[in-house]
């Protein structure tokens, strides 16, 4: 129900953009994410949106330089990641739930309904 486009290999300080077509979905969120997972590594908290109030939340990681936004027209929820560092390399996961409290949204745990996941390497 979750479709992630928009991975790929970039340079340091480079921009990737990586949207989420949430259009498939038979529900409707309480709030969106997305997280990001390196190997070897535990799924990492990267931004979520609430998806009724417009409620945008980073992690200290990415603050300043990932804006996450919605479409409302093409129901997507997009995220523009400037600045790219090599240790912003991972797989990127889409993630929303109907029900998940605010205090939970930074847990992986919290969230029912993924996509399947886009590389982005960021490596010269």
């Known amino acids: 129900q979750l479709v992630e486009f928009g991975g790929g290999l970039v340079r340091p300080g480079g921009s990737l953009r990586l949207s989420c077509d949430a259009s498939?979905?038979?529900?409707?969120?309480?709030?969106m994410a997305w997280f990001r997972q390196a190997p070897g590594a535990e799924r990492e908290f990267v931004s979520a949106?609430?998806?009724?109030?417009?409620?945008?939340y980073y992690s200290d990681s990415v603050k300043g330089r990932f804006t996450l936004s919605r479409d409302n027209a093409k129901n997507t929820l997009t995220l523009q990641m400037d600045s790219l560092k090599p240790e912003d390399t991972g797989v990127y996961y889409c993630?929303?739930?109907?029900?998940?409290?605010?205090?939970?949204?930074?847990?992986?745990?919290?969230?029912?309904?993924w996509g399947q996941g886009t590389q982005v390497t960021v490596s010269s």
């Open positions: 993630a929303a739930d109907p029900s998940i409290i605010l205090s939970n949204i930074r847990n992986a745990r919290g969230y029912n309904y």
């Open positions: 949106f609430r998806w009724h109030g417009g409620n945008i």
């Open positions: 498939g979905r038979t529900f409707s969120p309480r709030f």
